[in-house]
């Protein structure tokens, strides 16, 4: 079985403020550090085989407790970095409804607009699944490990829907992460039909364990 956990950076000071950070370089405050170190102390027992993170700093300071613990490195890609978003970028929600609010209703509808003249989810998705599975492309064939994807919460709904395989209209349908919360999706090569990734966490705070259910 594959496994890759996508895992949401930790609280910054602009998190705290309600300000949309999009890929201005933020770092963690006191609180985000400690989440990371909590998050980290469980996300090790899943033995994870590689740790990649976006290159923005509250990324990669969430990433290195568990590189500290599980001794592998963290692999930086800046594919995994959140939506850019422009001239909203900075702004609370509150200054955002107040200079763009038609294209803010639209946005967060699921409709596939440039937030702040930035990139569309369709191009995030884009971006953070070529990312991800050049990752797993990168592990010689591995029939069973687990990648921690490191990222941001637009980043990663954008990247888990795609490769989900999810109509873009059902996209707003996942709810937005929490700081340092992760999400898990599957794939097992056993399959009788072609493999596809299946969500088995989703903002999550504990681990994984077995479901005893009816449909496999």
């Excluded at 884009?126 to 990312?131: E, M």
């Excluded at 797993?136 to 921690?148: I, K, Q």
Aim: charged share 20%; aromatic share 6%.
């Amino acid at each position: 079985m594959m496994r890759v956990v996508w895992w949401r950076h930790g609280r910054t000071p602009w998190n705290l403020q309600g300000r949309f950070q999009g890929q201005s370089d933020i770092p963690l405050d006191e609180v985000g550090h400690q989440q990371a170190a909590r998050a980290a102390s469980y996300l090790q027992h899943l033995r994870p085989v590689l740790i990649v993170s976006s290159d923005l700093q509250r990324a990669v300071q969430t990433a290195q407790p568990l590189s500290d613990l599980t001794g592998l490195p963290v692999l930086i890609d800046q594919r995994l970095r959140e939506t850019h978003a422009g001239q909203w970028q900075g702004l609370t929600h509150h200054e955002i409804r107040e200079q763009f609010g038609d294209a803010l209703d639209q946005w967060s509808s699921g409709t596939d607009v440039r937030p702040g003249g930035g990139e569309t989810r369709r191009e995030v998705a884009q971006r953070v699944r070529t990312a991800v599975e050049d990752k797993l492309h990168g592990l010689n064939g591995l029939a069973e490990a687990t990648v921690v994807v490191v990222t941001h919460g637009g980043a990663a709904r954008a990247g888990m829907c795609s490769m989900l395989d999810l109509p873009e209209t059902a996209w707003a349908s996942l709810g937005v992460l929490a700081n340092c919360s992760w999400s898990v999706m599957t794939r097992s090569s056993t399959q009788l039909v072609a493999p596809s990734w299946r969500l088995v966490e989703y903002n999550a705070g504990s681990l994984p364990e077995p479901v005893l259910g009816d449909d496999r």
